[in-house]
């Protein structure tokens, strides 16, 4: 979840709120703009992440981000990319080469940061299986708008558009009598078996106590536009969901309606049901991933990135803060 998109998206949900006319909650001011990132089954690896800061001495605003790989014991550090904006790495199943966000495009690169190639214009969403195909989105968070699904061959550069049709509504108003209409679209992620998009639909929420939310539940559909099917559950502030190794539980970062900030990170099963992830701290965790052996979380956590048991024990620091500089957008290698 980038600091841009956080704050972007608090602008316009701001903005809402002053028309319904009614406070809006900082905590649920938040629908994260990027894609998350699933996680290929073995062995524990590098961790890849967005690097985000500031350049002082330049007339206005002058911000950078790059793509940076690490060990998770912290050493090793290494930035792989040099233009002036890159970011939202995703290892490949094999873990020798790196999908990643530059300019607008889908670009890959070798896990040592050579051979960078521009692939298609959009949002990067994951990898397939066979590490031949690369799955990307364009149009992802407009307003009623169904973003545009296309999975490109990296052999051929062909380009194949997906027919998921998202109930996407404009004009909608509360009372919602159910959960069929929704407003916007984002945080998709590939499931490891290439088989399932989950993805986020949001609508506004003002309450009646006269606070107002942006309201999200977990979707997941098939890449034939096929059984389209809303999690139940908790449905209220979700961020970043990332699959599971085994594919059957996706984390995410989670707020109640009146929390003063994101307070924990969670998983849930498919079907509803409490996962196996339960991470609490005072404030500011988000962007979680698995370990490719299934029992690690790592995660961004007020401008550090952190690793933790499922159960929020044994918390480490891999990076530290540094005042001006983010990190988000982490993920773990597989090694097989």
Request: proline content about 7%.
């Amino acid at each position: 979840m980038s600091r841009r998109g956080i704050t972007a998206f608090f602008t316009m949900v701001m903005a809402a709120g002053v028309m319904a006319s009614g406070p809006v909650h900082q905590a649920d001011a938040t629908l994260p703009e990027t894609t998350a990132a699933a996680t290929f089954p073995g062995s524990n690896g590098r961790i890849a992440y967005t690097k985000a800061w500031e350049v002082s001495g330049t007339p206005g605003p002058d911000e950078r981000s790059a793509v940076f790989t690490v060990r998770p014991d912290g050493t090793g550090n290494k930035r792989l990319t040099f233009a002036r904006e890159a970011g939202k790495p995703i290892w490949s199943p094999s873990g020798g080469r790196i999908a990643y966000e530059q300019a607008g495009a889908v670009w890959v690169m070798k896990s040592d940061g050579s051979a960078k190639k521009r692939l298609i214009d959009g949002r990067l969403v994951g990898w397939m299986p066979t590490g031949g195909r690369i799955l990307a989105v364009r149009d992802l968070g407009g307003y009623a708008t169904d973003p545009t699904w296309l999975l490109y061959t990296l052999s051929t550069g062909e380009t194949e558009e997906l027919p998921i049709d998202l109930p996407l509504v404009a004009g909608i108003e509360e009372p919602y009598h159910d959960f069929s209409e929704w407003t916007y679209a984002a945080q998709p992620t590939l499931s490891p078996d290439g088989e399932l998009l989950a993805l986020t639909l949001w609508r506004y929420d003002s309450g009646d106590d006269g606070y107002g939310y942006y309201h999200g539940s977990i979707f997941t559909v098939r890449l034939d536009g096929t059984e389209l099917t809303r999690i139940p559950g908790y449905d209220y502030s979700w961020g970043s969901p990332s699959w599971s190794p085994d594919g059957d539980e996706l984390v995410y970062w989670g707020s109640e309606p009146r929390a003063g900030c994101i307070d924990s990170v969670r998983s849930i099963y498919l079907d509803g049901t409490r996962g196996s992830v339960g991470i609490s701290k005072p404030c500011g965790e988000y962007d979680p991933d698995w370990s490719p052996n299934g029992n690690k979380i790592v995660f961004t956590a007020s401008e550090r990135l952190q690793i933790a048991n499922l159960t929020g024990t044994r918390i480490t620091t891999v990076l530290h803060r540094t005042v001006g500089v983010y990190l988000y957008d982490p993920d773990w290698r597989s090694v097989r």
